[in-house]
């Protein structure tokens, strides 16, 4: 009886919602969604949504966030390279966000305590940041392609305006001379009148 009155309710709320979702964690890292639809709902009986094949393999470091916080503060100045090299797995392929940025600032902090360096690539290929690097680049390709058309219309206007510069200082040439033949042409009927004058 009772058995059966779980399973009726179970029927009754998935009806209501006409749906339920069950996750669970696959051996591949990513948690793989199956969405089971009631009753005619769809023609198909489940709806897989998993991102796992899109994502390039890799070797899991073994590493767990506790060893590499341990690896972190256990870190001299003889181990230093050793420790970066030994996290560096992880913090590529496996680690979040948030644990990723926090690991960056406890290595910082340790490279400063001990007199050490960083590499300056260190880790900046991570994975957990790949969506906002496409993000940016693509930012940056943008504001590069106004730049350059920016730069192309403004090459542009700078040879109209040379172009109209030329051409008036063409229009004035031409007037000049036009002002000094006119000016000839009445001086000579005035040197003949003159001279006329003159004999007479």
Same mark, same amino acid.
């Given at each position: 009886?009772?058995?059966?009155?779980?399973?009726?309710?179970?029927?009754?709320?998935?009806?209501?919602?006409?749906?339920?979702?069950?996750?669970?964690?696959?051996?591949?890292?990513?948690?793989?969604?199956?969405?089971?639809?009631?009753?005619?709902?769809?023609?198909?009986?489940?709806?897989?949504?998993?991102?796992?094949?899109?994502?390039?393999?890799?070797?899991?470091?073994?590493?767990?966030?506790?060893?590499?916080?341990?690896?972190?503060?256990?870190?001299?100045?003889?181990?230093?390279?050793?420790?970066?090299?030994?996290?560096?797995?992880?913090?590529?392929?496996?680690?979040?966000?948030?644990?990723?940025?926090?690991?960056?600032?406890?290595?910082?902090?340790?490279?400063?305590?001990?007199?050490?360096?960083?590499?300056?690539?260190?880790?900046?290929?991570?994975?957990?940041?790949?969506?906002?690097?496409?993000?940016?680049?693509?930012?940056?390709?943008?504001?590069? %392609?106004?730049?350059?058309?920016? %730069?192309?219309?403004?090459?542009?206007?700078?040879?109209?305006?040379?172009?109209?510069?030329?051409?008036?200082?063409?229009?004035?040439?031409?007037?000049?001379?036009?002002?000094?033949a006119v000016a000839e042409?009445?001086?000579?009927?005035?040197?003949? %009148?003159?001279?006329?004058?003159?004999?007479?």
């Amino acid at each position: 009886m009772r058995c059966s009155t779980i399973v009726l309710l179970a029927i009754a709320s998935a009806t209501t919602s006409n749906a339920f979702m069950v996750s669970r964690q696959t051996s591949s890292g990513p948690v793989q969604r199956v969405t089971t639809l009631f009753e005619g709902q769809d023609d198909e009986a489940t709806a897989v949504d998993d991102d796992a094949s899109s994502w390039p393999a890799f070797e899991p470091s073994g590493l767990s966030v506790n060893d590499v916080k341990k690896t972190i503060a256990r870190m001299t100045k003889d181990n230093f390279q050793e420790s970066l090299n030994k996290i560096e797995p992880y913090l590529i392929n496996e680690s979040g966000q948030t644990f990723y940025n926090k690991s960056l600032r406890r290595i910082q902090q340790q490279a400063k305590d001990l007199g050490a360096t960083v590499p300056t690539e260190y880790v900046k290929h991570a994975r957990c940041n790949a969506k906002r690097r496409e993000k940016q680049n693509a930012f940056i390709q943008t504001k590069e %392609e106004e730049r350059m058309a920016s %730069e192309a219309a403004a090459a542009e206007e700078a040879a109209a305006a040379k172009a109209a510069e030329e051409e008036a200082a063409a229009a004035e040439a031409a007037a000049a001379a036009e002002t000094e033949a006119v000016a000839e042409s009445e001086e000579t009927p005035a040197a003949q %009148e003159e001279s006329e004058a003159v004999e007479a």
